[in-house]
């Protein structure tokens, strides 16, 4: 059974930084996965933050959405079976519950679409105030 669940998020002053972390269970970094990080705002549709996906060969790809790119950063750690969701330069509109998401075929596209995710954790929250 595959299980992500994320931690770190937390208040946090404009400007300041986070770290998120995605702790997968059932299923192993050493073959093709990828691990996308979405947001969800007060009132607002869930939307794509970033993603990274790895190659059983060990290529890399990250991803990131125009709104958080430079300020966000994702990595894994394949030891731990962790991906992580560095956020920078945060401000108010970066306010949010935080999902990390799996698909099953290990694959995703830049769209960024939630169909293309099988498996989500329950969400923390990441709260920016200006």
């Known amino acids: 059974e595959v299980e992500l669940v994320e931690s770190g998020g937390g208040l946090v002053q404009a400007g300041g930084s986070l770290r998120l972390s995605c702790a997968v269970s059932?299923?192993?970094?050493?073959?093709?996965?990828?691990i996308g990080w979405f947001r969800q705002a007060a009132g607002k549709e869930r939307e794509g933050v970033g993603y990274i996906m790895s190659s059983e060969s060990g290529d890399v790809t990250t991803y990131y959405v125009d709104s958080v790119k430079g300020r966000f950063t994702i990595s894994s750690d394949n030891d731990k079976n962790t991906v992580y969701l560095q956020m920078n330069s945060l401000n108010a509109e970066d306010t949010a519950v935080y999902y990390c998401a799996a698909p099953y075929t290990g694959v995703v596209t830049r769209a960024m679409h939630l169909y293309e995710y099988d498996y989500w954790g329950q969400g923390t929250q990441v709260t920016v105030s200006s």
């Open positions: 059932g299923f192993t970094f050493d073959d093709d996965y990828a």
